[in-house]
């Protein structure tokens, strides 16, 4: 039986080579390379290692590794995506929520994620909603006019 680390290579070599835009395609990729995995455990993969959905045009998708690392650059990734993805901004209390596409809530919530900010308890993201933790009140204010201002 091969082990989850030996999995997780499987699937990093599999999208870096293929363009895979759904879970079922990528257990079926795993299966013929010896594999035996159900999509449940694939959807794990997929957060593990942090994977995200990134368009390639004319609605088609594909998984790929996240490759931000500086806060610049997640920002300005962010901007690119809340271009395109995001529909609407709203909030109650300290809690910021995202309504998007469908499909792109979680490589969305992930880029939030990477921008590591005391000011962002954390995120949880649906299929197309994004819930956004602020820690206060006052600081998710601020979250919300920063994502309405990527929205402009």
Sequence with gaps: MASKEQRHRAIQEIISVESVSTQAEL????????????QATVSRDINELRLVRVPLGRGKHKYALAQLELTEDVMDELGRIFQTFVHDVDRGENLVVLKTTDGHATGIAFLIDRL???????TLAGEDTIMVVGRTVAEAKRLQEEFEDLLA
Excluded: E, P, Q
């Design 116 to 122: 590591r900010r005391d000011d962002i308890v954390g």
């Design 27 to 38: 257990v079926d990729r795993l299966r013929g390379k010896g594999y035996d995995v159900t």
